[in-house]
């Protein structure tokens, strides 16, 4: 009770005024060898699989063959921070071994925003021309998914087949992949890409409930909603996040109408005033009707949509709930009752979407709480998600017990953007990228 009382009523506090040079370049520094170390944890104990089982030091594939996605999520940062050699291993292995032509079945937005938006991030690093040859490759294999009677994408494809399963979809697995593509397309010369994964974001709008809002769960085939829950957490966050983007990515106006209408329905349907602060919460997508006070780790990437859209009050009030979130364990839970504080999902998989909020906010408003606060964060990674070889996830984060895995996200954009955070001026201009939802880089040319 006590506890509550206070992250209800206390401000937040933070430990200095300002910060020196000396300081963040400190910092920059500690994060930088934070991804060596896990690049190297990587490199000795699961080379040529797609992620680190860190505790027990083994490798882990996703399918019966690997596709290298550490490596391919992994090779922007690496260049980002200047780990040359690092990088230079991570695309000797990617551009000589990397091979779509298997018969696998895959994930389309799991393989778009880390191996698709990897590749190419990496290729407008390097102009490495095999880097594009193989995301080509890879979009070509991809392009089934939109096969479907409304051109809303099938989740799974098979890469070699083409066949394709999973009509029972997210708005976040079919408006995630514009970037990808369009970023694809630009480069390749070819509409089709562009134009397919725009398709599949329009029609997903297009199915909005007279109050603005999407649902958890639509069918792609019939178009009909299967699930009517509507929040901005897991299956629903980064539909939103790719409508804001692609106006700020392709210039497209299309994108930038519904985003406007679709954050203005958030903030008057899910957006809630509680005594512990700014929260959005769950509600009916049909009638409004609040059916769940549960706010989490994903739900924390809408500040960054936030700052992004202009809207920087709203932006500083959700990110100083966030913190409290954070704190309410010494690191964050999975999800959080945020009328009550009390932990709903316990577990914390090394998420990113906090830290880019906080590098957002500091970029936008140079407010040096935000810098606080990544401390809080990187701190509390080093004490509690390391292990012998790299950093893990945490089964829960009120017991400390830790998990076994190092997901390659943590490498692509946990760190990545706590680095960037502090990182001296000149690494990377916010104002001329546009990040993925996996924190890949794309440059904007409208």
């Known amino acids: 009770m006590l506890l509550f009382a206070a992250l209800c009523a206390a401000p937040l506090s933070f430990a ?67 780990a040359n050699a690092e990088a230079d291993e991570a695309r000797k292995i990617v ?17 778009t925003i880390r191996i698709l938006g990897g590749l190419l991030s990496a290729y407008e690093m390097t102009g490495d021309e095999r880097l594009l040859r193989l995301a080509d490759d890879l979009g070509t ?7 479907s009677p409304t051109g809303m994408p099938y989740m799974y494809v098979n890469l070699k ?5 999973g009509a029972k979809s997210n708005p976040a697995e079919i408006g995630t992949l514009f970037l990808e593509f369009g970023t694809l397309s630009r480069h390749t010369n070819k509409p089709v890409y562009y134009d397919k994964a725009k398709r599949a974001l329009v029609e997903l709008y297009n199915r909005r409930s007279k109050l603005g809002l999407v649902g958890e769960e639509i069918d792609v085939e019939s178009g009909a909603w299967v699930s009517t829950a509507s929040h901005v957490g897991g299956g629903i966050d980064s539909y939103y996040e790719y409508l ?13 109408t519904m985003a406007r209408e679709s954050l203005r329905a958030l903030n008057r349907h899910l957006a809630e005033n509680a005594p512990t602060g700014l929260w959005y919460g769950q509600v ?3 009638s409004g009707r609040r059916t769940a006070p549960e706010f989490g780790a994903l739900h924390a990437f809408l500040p960054a949509v936030l700052v992004l ?22 690191i964050e839970p999975e999800v959080l009752d945020y009328r009550t504080m009390k932990i709903v999902h316990a577990g914390y998989p090394l998420r990113p979407e906090i830290m880019e909020s906080a590098y957002m906010l500091y970029t936008a408003t140079k407010d040096p709480r935000y810098l606080d606060m990544g401390k809080t964060f990187f701190d509390a990674l080093v004490r509690h998600c390391r292990a012998g070889g790299g950093y893990t996830t945490m089964k829960n984060v009120v017991t400390k017990e830790q998990g076994d895995l190092m997901p390659s996200y943590f490498l692509a954009e946990t760190l990545k953007y706590l680095y960037l955070l502090y990182a001296p001026p000149g690494k990377l201009d916010v104002n001329d990228v546009v990040f993925n939802t996996e ?3 794309f440059r904007r040319r409208h």
């Open 141 to 147: 294999r991809l392009l089934p998914v939109f096969e």
């Open 439 to 441: 924190a890949h880089p």
């Open 244 to 256: 804001v983007k692609g106006w700020l990515l392709f210039g497209d106006q299309e994108c930038r």
């Open 309 to 330: 859209d202009g809207d920087l009050t709203r932006a500083r009030r959700l990110q100083d709930s966030c913190f409290r979130m954070w704190n309410v364990a010494g």
């Open 161 to 165: 087949t083409g066949k394709t399963s």
């Open 95 to 111: 551009v000589e071994t990397l091979s779509f032509d298997r018969d696998i079945t895959v994930k389309n937005f799991e393989i």
């Open 16 to 82: 200095r005024e300002r910060w020196t040079g000396e300081e963040r370049l400190d910092m920059a520094a500690r994060v930088r060898s934070a991804l060596i170390e896990s690049w190297s944890a990587y490199k000795a104990h699961a080379w040529g699989f797609d992620e680190l089982r860190p505790v027990t030091r083994t490798g882990r594939n996703w399918h019966e063959q690997s596709l290298l996605i550490t490596p391919v999520d992994a090779l922007d940062a690496l260049l980002l921070v200047g």
């Open 284 to 286: 009916d997508m049909h």
